[in-house]
């Protein structure tokens, strides 16, 4: 039966029925649904407005659907039209009439809302963990490879030399910024709907703020009408998930170059990697593709829950059923790909001799070599013009930076002299990118340990 009997004379069409109903999707929110009816009926016998003896017995049967939930005892009616009704309905049956006392002074309304942040405060609280973790694994990448020479790319272009510790360190830099966000989005999911009702409010004395106090909330919402129809947490968590979705789909995009052929920078562990069906030579990186696709999943419910609440107006509307099922798919998403990110990463090798060789080639330490001329007092627009001109005789000649002879410097500008070598040498490059932020291993060393204190 649903809970909005007396008024009707039929029941609800078979297929609309099916339509309606939220309990397919929303029955993993059960354990915050009695966790905040728990709070709620507490609240209600110690403002008097059910008898204590009954708010007793409310509390302590809730406790046991929910640990029959839990061992498999009790199972989940999927006729129920949605979690609340199922909780509710189980309640009145091993209470009786004490049971129908719990919805005193709440709608659904304030209550779906409650039960949907309880869930998305406990999913926070995993991503954070899982970022954590996976921040830990590439810090301990970055260390063993905080002085492996790797070319800098701008526009898949060689550039300037760096270290794979302190491209790595480029990721962990944005992960922290996520783990930052996901922290002030768990500010403004952390409050309570509880007592806005329906949408009005209540008539009742309820000790709103006591009910938040019990569920680990840190306040309630200020305006009923708001109580009920905010879902700007949700879009909140999405921004967040989609940020950390953009920022995992270019690491894989990496990854993927970085075990072509073409670059060979790292190999993925067999047990990350699979293969054709044709052709016998593949190994190919599907898990870091599949995490590049999946940020399309996250990116679409973001959307999806933008497009649900524009020009909804106040307050509850039966659109905003439709939050669940996306927020739910991208919080898995989520989940998922960075704990196997993490994993296929840990178990990678990277490959320092094709780095180095392919810092080798394609003149990055250019710039250094025109910093050398500005050191010698050029201007920096003179130094580049001369290098440039060096550059085009190596490339047409086959000579590297490294092995052009010193009279053919010196006939491009007289300032050149055999110190050159030594500041063109890739060590001596990345060693000399000494500022902070930069990628001289004593810097990347430091910014791993500077990472390491931030990561708790
Ligand atoms: N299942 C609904 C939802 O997910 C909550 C129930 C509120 N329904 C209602 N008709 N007022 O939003």
Known sequence: MPLWTGRFKKQLDKKTNDFNSSIS??????????????????MLGKQNIIDKSESEKIVSSLKGIAADLESGKLEIDMSAEDIHTFVEGELTKRLGSTGKRLHTARSRNDQV??????????????IDLALKEFIDVILKKAKENYD????????????????????LMAYTAMLLRDRER????????????LGSGALA????PLDREYAAELLGLSGVCANSLDGVSDRDYVIELLSCLSLVMVHLSRF????????SWEFKFIELDDAFSTGS?????????????????KSGRVFGSLVTLLTVMKGLPLAYNKDMQ??????????????????????????AKVLKANMRAAAAKGFINATDCADYLVKKGLPFRDAYKAVGELVAFCIENGYTLETLPLEEYRRVCGLFADDVYAAIDLDNCVKGRNVKGGPAPQRVLFEIENAEKLNK
Request: hydrophobic share 40%; with cysteine.
């Open 148 to 167: 492996a020479v790797m070319p800098g790319y701008t526009h898949l272009q060689r550039a300037q030399p760096i270290t794979f510790g302190h491209h």
């Open 25 to 42: 999707f929303d029955c993993r929110m059960a354990s915050q649904d009695i966790k905040g009816s728990i709070a709620h009926a507490t």
């Open 113 to 126: 809302a409650l039960d949907l942040r309880l869930y998305l405060l406990d999913e926070i609280e995993k």
């Open 277 to 293: 069906s044709i052709m016998p030579q593949k190994k190919n990186p599907d898990i870091a593709e599949l995490v590049r696709g």
């Open 322 to 347: 439709e939050d669940k099922q996306a927020v739910f798919d991208a919080v898995d998403t989520v989940l998922i790909c960075i704990d196997t990110f993490a994993a296929m990463l840990d178990s």
């Open 252 to 259: 894989a995009e990496e990854v993927v170059m970085w075990c």
């Open 201 to 204: 409010g209540t008539t009742y």
């Open 182 to 193: 996901l922290a002030d989005c768990k500010k403004r999911t952390a409050v309570s709907p």
